[in-house]
């Protein structure tokens, strides 16, 4: 059967996919949107959608395109990117939850019923089958997982790859989890996780920032005193 594999990126390969000087671009652009706030002395708060803009004013000739229910938000030379912003409390922890596929079908109201009759098959052609059905109409999906570690106010960011894969075991591992979830392994678990969570009808994936550690770039930091001395230069 046709599943989806997610894995990551080697730094080595980043300046081919997103530019050369990415990393700093990345930063200059994200500290644009910081600086409103930071010279009101505020707490800075972002929308799902300065991700993508400053990811997409970074790589050299991409376009912003995530309107809508795409699940491509910026379209670049070579890759087409995923962009999440998602926090973490240290290097070493799980991250915030980022969705991957969110199916609301007036049909899907009988998720629930599926779950406690433990029927995996119709979950998964609820939301995996879709979720493939997107990544083969893309072309060369990538996540770009920009991650907050909120210990120390930096931003790291890691590349992931989508692939459609042919798996036969993989109903073997997925996991009914507590009442509202099921593991439904697309990543490899050193890396982070990928779920069903049942109440908001949606796929999710959580990193493991231990296991990514080396796949990760520090990027910048966003405490009010870094961003306030870059102001001032």
């Known amino acids: 059967m046709q599943v989806i594999k997610i894995t990551p990126v080697p730094i080595s390969d980043h300046a081919s996919l997103l530019g050369e000087h990415f ?7 994200m500290q644009s949107y910081y600086k409103p ?6 707490s800075v708060q972002l929308a799902k959608e300065t991700w993508e803009y400053a990811v997409a004013d970074a790589v050299p000739d991409a376009e912003w395109i ?16 995923d962009v999440k912003g998602i926090s973490c409390e240290n290097l070493t922890g799980k991250t915030t939850e980022a ?36 990544v083969s109409a893309a072309d060369n999906l990538h996540i770009l997982a920009a991650v907050r570690i909120k210990k120390t106010k930096e931003v790291y960011y890691c590349l992931l790859k989508v692939d459609i894969i042919e798996n036969e075991t993989f109903m073997d591992s997925v996991e009914l989890q507590g009442s509202r979830s099921v593991l439904m392994p697309m990543i490899d678990p050193k890396y982070g996780n990928t779920c069903l969570y049942l109440p908001k009808r949606r796929l999710e994936m959580r990193l493991d920032m231990r296991g990514l550690r080396e796949f990760c770039v520090y990027s910048h930091n966003y405490s009010i005193n870094s961003l306030q001395l870059n102001f001032d230069q």
């Open 23 to 29: 990393a700093y671009k990345f930063a200059g652009e």
């Open 37 to 42: 706030f930071v010279l009101k002395n505020r």
């Open 66 to 81: 995530g309107a809508g229910k795409n699940i491509i938000d910026v379209l670049t030379p070579k890759i087409q990117i």
């Open 99 to 134: 969705s991957i596929l969110q199916n609301n079908k007036m049909e899907n109201d009988n998720v629930l019923s599926l779950f406690e009759n433990k029927d995996i098959d119709a979950l998964k052609k609820m939301f995996i089958d879709p979720y493939v059905d997107k």
